[in-house]
Protein backbone atom coordinates (compact mmCIF):
# COMPACT_ATOMS: atom_id res chain seq x y z
CA UNK A 1 0.00 0.00 0.00
CA UNK A 2 1.48 3.61 -0.89
CA UNK A 3 1.24 6.13 1.25
CA UNK A 4 1.66 9.85 -0.60
CA UNK A 5 2.37 12.80 1.56
CA UNK A 6 1.35 15.74 -1.13
CA UNK A 7 1.83 18.99 0.94
CA UNK A 8 1.86 22.26 -1.30
CA UNK A 9 3.14 23.40 2.01
CA UNK A 10 5.60 21.63 3.34
CA UNK A 11 5.25 20.13 6.78
CA UNK A 12 8.70 20.82 9.09
CA UNK A 13 11.34 18.48 7.99
CA UNK A 14 11.13 16.26 11.38
CA UNK A 15 7.70 16.35 11.24
CA UNK A 16 8.29 14.52 7.55
CA UNK A 17 11.23 12.21 9.16
CA UNK A 18 8.80 11.22 11.60
CA UNK A 19 5.58 10.77 9.58
CA UNK A 20 8.04 8.68 7.02
CA UNK A 21 9.07 6.36 10.59
CA UNK A 22 5.49 5.59 11.09
CA UNK A 23 4.44 4.32 7.42
CA UNK A 24 7.57 2.83 6.89
CA UNK A 25 7.04 1.04 10.48
CA UNK A 26 3.44 -0.07 9.82
CA UNK A 27 5.06 -2.19 6.28
CA UNK A 28 3.54 1.13 4.13
CA UNK A 29 5.40 2.42 1.14
CA UNK A 30 5.85 6.46 2.09
CA UNK A 31 5.86 8.83 -1.33
CA UNK A 32 5.87 12.58 -0.90
CA UNK A 33 4.89 15.63 -3.07
CA UNK A 34 6.22 19.19 -2.00
CA UNK A 35 5.87 22.44 -2.97
CA UNK A 36 4.56 21.46 -6.11
CA UNK A 37 3.57 24.41 -8.60
CA UNK A 38 1.29 22.63 -11.44
CA UNK A 39 -2.18 20.74 -10.63
CA UNK A 40 -0.78 18.06 -12.69
CA UNK A 41 2.23 16.92 -10.79
CA UNK A 42 -0.99 16.41 -7.84
CA UNK A 43 -2.35 14.30 -10.76
CA UNK A 44 0.28 12.53 -11.98
CA UNK A 45 1.62 11.74 -8.16
CA UNK A 46 -1.72 10.33 -7.13
CA UNK A 47 -1.95 7.67 -9.87
CA UNK A 48 -0.85 4.50 -7.93
CA UNK A 49 -1.47 5.64 -4.20
CA UNK A 50 -3.80 4.26 -1.88
CA UNK A 51 -3.79 6.99 0.66
CA UNK A 52 -2.83 10.38 0.80
CA UNK A 53 -2.13 12.90 3.78
CA UNK A 54 -2.99 16.69 2.53
CA UNK A 55 -2.71 20.16 4.21
CA UNK A 56 -4.89 22.73 2.68
CA UNK A 57 -3.85 21.27 -1.24
CA UNK A 58 -7.36 20.98 -3.13
CA UNK A 59 -8.56 17.55 -3.19
CA UNK A 60 -11.11 17.98 -5.97
CA UNK A 61 -13.38 15.48 -7.87
CA UNK A 62 -10.67 15.76 -11.00
CA UNK A 63 -7.51 14.44 -8.28
CA UNK A 64 -9.91 11.94 -7.05
CA UNK A 65 -10.94 10.56 -10.25
CA UNK A 66 -7.42 10.20 -11.49
CA UNK A 67 -6.64 8.15 -7.87
CA UNK A 68 -7.63 5.33 -9.22
CA UNK A 69 -6.65 3.01 -6.46
CA UNK A 70 -7.10 5.64 -3.46
CA UNK A 71 -9.20 4.15 -0.23
CA UNK A 72 -8.59 7.19 2.22
CA UNK A 73 -7.53 10.92 2.25
CA UNK A 74 -6.72 12.84 5.31
CA UNK A 75 -6.28 16.35 5.70
CA UNK A 76 -3.56 16.63 8.26
CA UNK A 77 -5.72 19.43 10.33
CA UNK A 78 -9.29 20.40 11.05
CA UNK A 79 -10.46 22.18 8.32
CA UNK A 80 -11.79 19.87 5.13
CA UNK A 81 -13.45 22.15 2.74
CA UNK A 82 -10.28 21.73 0.63
CA UNK A 83 -11.93 18.18 -0.19
CA UNK A 84 -15.10 16.93 -2.20
CA UNK A 85 -16.42 14.96 0.15
CA UNK A 86 -19.38 14.31 -2.55
CA UNK A 87 -16.65 13.16 -5.17
CA UNK A 88 -15.19 11.24 -2.76
CA UNK A 89 -17.67 9.41 -0.85
CA UNK A 90 -18.84 8.31 -5.25
CA UNK A 91 -16.15 7.04 -5.10
CA UNK A 92 -15.78 4.77 -2.35
CA UNK A 93 -12.66 7.05 -0.40
CA UNK A 94 -12.97 7.73 3.05
CA UNK A 95 -11.66 11.05 4.11
CA UNK A 96 -10.67 12.28 7.83
CA UNK A 97 -9.35 14.95 9.53
CA UNK A 98 -7.17 15.66 12.72
CA UNK A 99 -9.47 17.43 15.16
CA UNK A 100 -7.64 19.70 17.83
CA UNK A 101 -4.00 18.69 16.35
CA UNK A 102 -3.11 22.24 15.65
CA UNK A 103 -5.20 24.16 17.56
CA UNK A 104 -2.67 25.35 19.99
CA UNK A 105 -0.35 27.09 16.88
CA UNK A 106 -3.33 28.49 15.32
CA UNK A 107 -4.43 30.07 18.79
CA UNK A 108 -0.86 31.13 19.53
CA UNK A 109 -1.38 33.05 15.92
CA UNK A 110 -3.73 35.13 16.64
CA UNK A 111 -2.92 35.95 20.08
CA UNK A 112 0.64 37.51 18.22
CA UNK A 113 -2.00 39.05 15.54
CA UNK A 114 -3.39 40.83 18.08
CA UNK A 115 -0.63 42.24 20.05
CA UNK A 116 1.02 43.16 17.04
CA UNK A 117 -2.49 45.22 16.25
CA UNK A 118 -2.99 46.39 19.69
CA UNK A 119 0.53 47.85 19.73
CA UNK A 120 0.53 49.76 16.28
CA UNK A 121 2.34 46.91 13.72
CA UNK A 122 5.64 47.67 16.35
CA UNK A 123 5.60 51.25 14.87
CA UNK A 124 6.97 53.02 18.06
CA UNK A 125 3.79 54.53 18.82
CA UNK A 126 1.38 54.28 22.12
CA UNK A 127 -1.00 51.65 21.83
CA UNK A 128 -3.38 49.17 23.65
CA UNK A 129 -2.98 46.37 26.05
CA UNK A 130 -5.00 43.06 26.21
CA UNK A 131 -6.05 43.53 29.53
CA UNK A 132 -9.49 43.88 30.38
CA UNK A 133 -10.70 43.66 27.05
CA UNK A 134 -13.25 42.01 25.86
CA UNK A 135 -12.37 38.72 23.48
CA UNK A 136 -15.12 37.42 21.36
CA UNK A 137 -14.47 34.00 19.88
CA UNK A 138 -17.02 33.42 17.36
CA UNK A 139 -17.75 29.20 17.59
CA UNK A 140 -16.28 27.54 20.37
CA UNK A 141 -14.16 24.47 18.62
CA UNK A 142 -10.72 23.38 19.87
CA UNK A 143 -9.04 26.40 18.77
CA UNK A 144 -11.34 28.63 20.82
CA UNK A 145 -10.65 26.58 23.81
CA UNK A 146 -7.00 27.78 23.52
CA UNK A 147 -7.97 30.84 22.95
CA UNK A 148 -9.93 31.14 26.31
CA UNK A 149 -6.88 29.41 28.28
CA UNK A 150 -4.45 32.13 26.83
CA UNK A 151 -6.66 34.49 27.36
CA UNK A 152 -7.11 34.30 30.86
CA UNK A 153 -3.84 34.61 31.16
CA UNK A 154 -4.11 38.29 29.74
CA UNK A 155 -6.94 39.20 32.03
CA UNK A 156 -9.30 39.90 29.49
CA UNK A 157 -13.22 38.63 29.86
CA UNK A 158 -14.09 35.96 27.04
CA UNK A 159 -17.28 35.69 25.39
CA UNK A 160 -18.46 33.31 22.95
CA UNK A 161 -21.12 32.40 20.25
CA UNK A 162 -21.61 28.78 19.59
CA UNK A 163 -25.19 27.20 18.41
CA UNK A 164 -23.98 23.84 18.78
CA UNK A 165 -22.98 24.19 22.67
CA UNK A 166 -24.89 24.94 25.57
CA UNK A 167 -23.83 28.20 27.89
CA UNK A 168 -23.13 25.27 30.58
CA UNK A 169 -20.62 23.88 28.29
CA UNK A 170 -18.93 26.88 27.19
CA UNK A 171 -19.33 28.18 30.86
CA UNK A 172 -16.51 25.21 31.76
CA UNK A 173 -13.50 27.05 30.22
CA UNK A 174 -14.70 30.06 32.10
CA UNK A 175 -16.58 32.08 29.13
CA UNK A 176 -19.60 33.76 29.04
CA UNK A 177 -22.01 32.20 26.31
CA UNK A 178 -24.06 35.18 24.74
CA UNK A 179 -27.20 34.27 22.83
CA UNK A 180 -26.81 36.06 19.51
CA UNK A 181 -24.05 36.46 17.17
CA UNK A 182 -24.85 40.02 17.07
CA UNK A 183 -24.55 40.27 20.94
CA UNK A 184 -21.34 38.62 20.60
CA UNK A 185 -20.01 41.30 18.02
CA UNK A 186 -21.29 44.19 19.91
CA UNK A 187 -19.82 42.95 23.25
CA UNK A 188 -16.15 42.37 21.53
CA UNK A 189 -13.14 44.71 21.21
CA UNK A 190 -11.53 41.64 19.95
CA UNK A 191 -13.59 39.04 17.61
CA UNK A 192 -11.81 36.02 16.79
CA UNK A 193 -13.08 33.62 14.09
CA UNK A 194 -13.35 29.93 14.27
CA UNK A 195 -15.96 28.67 11.85
CA UNK A 196 -15.72 26.80 9.40
CA UNK A 197 -15.92 27.83 5.60
CA UNK A 198 -19.49 26.27 3.94
CA UNK A 199 -22.31 27.15 2.45
CA UNK A 200 -23.96 28.15 5.60
CA UNK A 201 -21.12 30.18 6.55
CA UNK A 202 -19.21 31.76 3.69
CA UNK A 203 -19.82 35.48 3.09
CA UNK A 204 -21.96 35.33 6.56
CA UNK A 205 -19.67 37.61 8.19
CA UNK A 206 -21.16 40.50 6.40
CA UNK A 207 -21.62 44.34 6.94
CA UNK A 208 -24.77 44.09 8.42
CA UNK A 209 -22.77 41.90 11.21
CA UNK A 210 -19.59 43.78 11.62
CA UNK A 211 -21.12 46.91 11.78
CA UNK A 212 -22.32 46.20 15.31
CA UNK A 213 -18.60 46.04 16.27
CA UNK A 214 -18.12 48.55 19.31
CA UNK A 215 -15.46 51.24 18.16
CA UNK A 216 -11.75 50.74 17.90
CA UNK A 217 -12.67 46.65 17.57
CA UNK A 218 -9.89 44.21 15.70
CA UNK A 219 -11.22 41.49 13.72
CA UNK A 220 -9.22 38.27 14.42
CA UNK A 221 -9.07 35.76 10.88
CA UNK A 222 -7.24 32.63 11.27
CA UNK A 223 -10.25 30.66 9.86
CA UNK A 224 -10.90 31.21 6.37
CA UNK A 225 -11.17 34.35 3.89
CA UNK A 226 -14.31 32.79 2.41
CA UNK A 227 -16.11 33.72 5.47
CA UNK A 228 -15.68 37.30 5.30
CA UNK A 229 -17.99 39.48 2.63
CA UNK A 230 -15.04 41.36 1.84
CA UNK A 231 -16.87 44.01 -0.15
CA UNK A 232 -19.01 44.52 2.65
CA UNK A 233 -15.53 44.71 5.29
CA UNK A 234 -14.24 47.29 2.50
CA UNK A 235 -17.26 49.92 2.84
CA UNK A 236 -17.96 49.62 6.17
CA UNK A 237 -13.95 50.33 7.46
CA UNK A 238 -13.82 53.06 4.56
CA UNK A 239 -17.05 55.10 7.24
CA UNK A 240 -15.26 53.54 10.44
CA UNK A 241 -11.90 54.19 10.67
CA UNK A 242 -11.70 52.48 13.90
CA UNK A 243 -12.14 49.35 12.50
CA UNK A 244 -8.93 47.15 11.97
CA UNK A 245 -8.81 43.19 10.36
CA UNK A 246 -5.81 40.98 10.78
CA UNK A 247 -5.67 37.26 9.15
CA UNK A 248 -3.15 34.50 8.24
CA UNK A 249 -5.62 34.45 4.99
CA UNK A 250 -5.02 36.82 2.81
CA UNK A 251 -8.22 38.32 1.26
CA UNK A 252 -9.17 37.82 -2.02
CA UNK A 253 -8.72 41.82 -2.29
CA UNK A 254 -5.56 42.04 -0.14
CA UNK A 255 -4.91 45.04 -2.59
CA UNK A 256 -7.60 47.52 -1.71
CA UNK A 257 -7.82 46.57 2.07
CA UNK A 258 -3.63 47.50 1.86
CA UNK A 259 -4.11 50.37 -0.69
CA UNK A 260 -6.88 52.06 1.40
CA UNK A 261 -5.72 51.09 5.39
CA UNK A 262 -2.36 50.41 5.70
CA UNK A 263 -2.39 50.84 9.20
CA UNK A 264 -5.06 49.37 9.90
CA UNK A 265 -4.83 45.42 8.42
CA UNK A 266 -2.26 42.99 8.22
CA UNK A 267 -2.13 39.67 5.95
CA UNK A 268 0.70 37.40 6.75
CA UNK A 269 2.53 36.30 3.82
CA UNK A 270 1.26 32.39 3.75
CA UNK A 271 -1.15 30.62 6.01
CA UNK A 272 0.38 30.09 8.96
CA UNK A 273 -1.86 29.44 11.54
CA UNK A 274 -0.69 25.92 11.95
CA UNK A 275 2.77 26.77 11.00
CA UNK A 276 5.01 25.16 13.59
CA UNK A 277 6.96 22.12 14.27
CA UNK A 278 4.67 21.03 16.81
CA UNK A 279 1.43 21.60 14.94
CA UNK A 280 2.80 19.99 12.19
CA UNK A 281 4.39 16.65 14.32
CA UNK A 282 1.07 16.48 16.34
CA UNK A 283 -1.46 16.49 12.69
CA UNK A 284 0.96 15.00 10.81
CA UNK A 285 1.50 11.61 12.85
CA UNK A 286 -2.09 11.60 13.59
CA UNK A 287 -2.82 11.55 10.11
CA UNK A 288 -0.02 8.76 9.10
CA UNK A 289 -1.34 6.52 12.47
CA UNK A 290 -4.97 7.17 11.17
CA UNK A 291 -3.83 5.54 7.90
CA UNK A 292 -2.41 2.42 9.54
CA UNK A 293 -5.09 1.88 11.71
CA UNK A 294 -7.42 2.24 8.64
CA UNK A 295 -5.35 -0.18 6.55
CA UNK A 296 -4.98 -2.05 9.33
CA UNK A 297 -8.07 -2.62 11.42
CA UNK A 298 -10.97 -0.68 9.53
CA UNK A 299 -10.81 1.77 11.74
CA UNK A 300 -12.67 4.81 10.57
CA UNK A 301 -12.49 7.42 13.79
CA UNK A 302 -12.50 11.15 12.43
CA UNK A 303 -14.36 10.13 8.93
CA UNK A 304 -15.79 12.97 7.78
CA UNK A 305 -18.27 11.98 4.97
C1 LIG B 1 -6.65 23.74 9.50
O1 LIG B 1 -7.77 23.73 8.98
O2 LIG B 1 -6.21 22.77 10.13
C2 LIG B 1 -5.80 24.98 9.43
O3 LIG B 1 -6.41 25.95 8.66
C3 LIG B 1 -4.38 24.70 8.96
O4 LIG B 1 -4.23 24.65 7.57
P1 LIG B 1 -2.81 24.30 6.92
O5 LIG B 1 -2.51 22.87 7.18
O6 LIG B 1 -2.96 24.60 5.45
O7 LIG B 1 -1.77 25.19 7.54
Keep these: MKVLLATDKP ?26 TEKQQLLDAVKDVNAIIIRSDIIDKVVIEAAKVLKIVVRAGA ?61 FGNVSKNMARIAHCFGMEILAFDPFLTSDQIAEYGVKAVNSVEELYSSSDYISLHIPANAQTKKSINQELLQNLPKGATIVNTARKEVI ?72 TFKVN
Design 79 to 139: GYDNVDLQAATENNVVVMNTPGQNSNAVAELAFGMMIYMARKKFDGSSGTELKDKRLGLHA
Design 11 to 36: FAAVAVDQIKSIIDGNDLEFVKLEKY
Design 229 to 300: DEDGLLELMAVREDIRYVSDIAPDRIADFNEKFASRVFFSPKKMGAQTSEANINAGLAAARQIARFFKEGDT
